[in-house]
């Protein structure tokens, strides 16, 4: 499947200061492009998700920017809170149902 | 809504045996998934289904089969578990392409 490096595979910030997370692909194919939440013992859960036809997307304090020219898109993190620790994939595919997922990236807020 | 369930939570095998995972969405979706997830390796599908009667394989299909029982259950067999089969399998659902909505997971370890 397709190749997606995510970066870092760990993260740790202090709460208050910002995260971001980047991922990087090479099919220029690749159109949809969401970031999952997996806290310690939980299936992952989708927290936002961006199409190739939109460069930024903002819910509260998680954004995703996507840059289709240089085959990368990033999760921000702002104002992080503890309870924001846990692991972040990115996963990218095309019109279909199989996605890729990046190796994901440990998150860790400390007080 | 229960959203998405999978049972068993836990299960040991030996090698050789054999054992049907379950997993039921109470969302209506049209599609529904399952993963694998090892340490290091992020998520990789085995099989998904895009509507009630059809399948499809993922990235790692060798040694499962499925079935999509109706709209709501999509169950994973293993004919002859294998060591390297080892693993945390996540069932998924979406009203779309990609996996929205994840079960807690099924741990299974084969001796």
């Known amino acids: 499947g397709e190749n997606v490096e995510q970066h870092p595979s760990t993260l740790s910030v202090q709460e208050g200061d910002s995260a971001v997370i980047k991922c990087t692909y090479s099919?220029?194919?690749?159109?949809?492009f969401p970031w999952y939440k997996q806290e310690l013992g939980k299936g992952p859960q989708l927290i936002i998700d961006?199409?190739?036809?939109?460069g930024e997307k903002k819910d509260q304090r998680i954004a995703v920017t996507l840059n289709k020219t240089a085959k990368h898109f990033s999760l921000h993190i702002t104002e992080t809170q503890p309870e924001d620790s846990a692991v972040y994939f990115c996963?990218?595919?095309?019109?279909?149902?199989?996605?890729?997922f990046g190796k994901g990236t440990s998150l860790l807020v400390t007080p | 809504n229960a959203g998405v369930t999978q049972t068993p939570k836990f299960q040991v095998l030996k090698t050789g045996q054999s054992m049907t995972l379950q997993c039921a969405q109470d969302?209506?979706?049209?599609?529904m998934y399952w993963y694998r997830q090892d340490p290091g390796m992020g998520l990789r599908l085995i099989y998904y289904?895009?509507?009630?009667?059809?399948?499809d394989k993922g990235e790692v299909p060798n040694g499962y089969n499925v079935s999509r029982l109706n709209k709501r259950e999509f169950s994973l067999r293993l004919e002859s578990a294998a060591p390297s089969q080892t693993s945390v399998y996540f069932c998924?659902?979406?009203?779309?392409?990609?996996?929205?909505?994840f079960g807690p997971g099924t741990r299974l370890t084969v001796l």
């Open positions: 998924a659902s979406s009203g779309g392409s990609g996996p929205g909505f």
């Open positions: 099919d220029s194919a690749s159109n949809y």
């Open positions: 961006i199409r190739s036809n939109v």
């Open positions: 996963a990218l595919g095309d019109s279909g149902y199989a996605l890729n």
């Open positions: 969302m209506n979706h049209n599609s």
């Open positions: 289904s895009a509507s009630e009667g059809t399948t």
